[in-house]
């Protein structure tokens, strides 16, 4: 009865539980899929930073081909964490205000990774949809002192 009870209880939380706009599950991207490590990709140096009273990202726009795997080097050479979170412009505007409300999150999913300062991380991802899209700090008040950067699949 008691297994039942708790059972129960946990079917109506997760029922009444707000589901968010987007995905940390890996059920849908919408800049294309999570890359094969195993197979050849082109790497790409991203380089964090902020100065001169502003945040960003080096380079801030990387042209690819639609099918090709890229290995995302992201490279924190800031004082502060930031974020790279590759998805459409208006999933990041989602995402962006959940992150307001829960400053707390942290990223380590297949497209976006919470990295600490003079830290670094990859991210492995193959674009199958051709189209412009973002990579872009998540952090409240990141993305609004300039931290997102263009990828346009050709």
């Known amino acids: 009865m008691r297994l039942l009870l708790i059972a129960s ?3 109506f939380t997760a029922a009444t539980l707000p589901t968010p706009s987007y995905s940390h599950d890996g059920a849908h991207f919408s800049a294309g899929e999570p890359g094969d490590p195993k197979k050849p990709a082109r790497a790409v140096q991203i380089t964090m ?3 001169d009273g502003k945040m960003m990202y080096v380079p801030e726009l990387v042209e ?3 099918g090709e795997q890229i290995r995302f080097v992201i490279r924190n050479d800031g004082e502060l964490a930031h974020e790279f979170i590759l998805a459409s412009t208006e999933e990041n505007l989602k995402h962006a205000e959940v992150m307001k409300k829960n400053p707390d999150m942290e990223h380590d999913d297949p497209n976006g990774k919470s990295v600490e300062p003079k830290k670094g991380a990859e991210i492995v991802w193959k674009f199958t949809k051709a189209g412009k899209f973002e990579y872009g700090c998540l952090i409240a ?3 609004e002192a300039g931290m997102t950067g263009t990828i346009v699949v050709k």
């Open 9 to 11: 209880l946990f079917a």
């Open 49 to 51: 930073r902020e100065g």
């Open 64 to 66: 690819v081909r639609r």
């Open 141 to 143: 008040g990141h993305r």
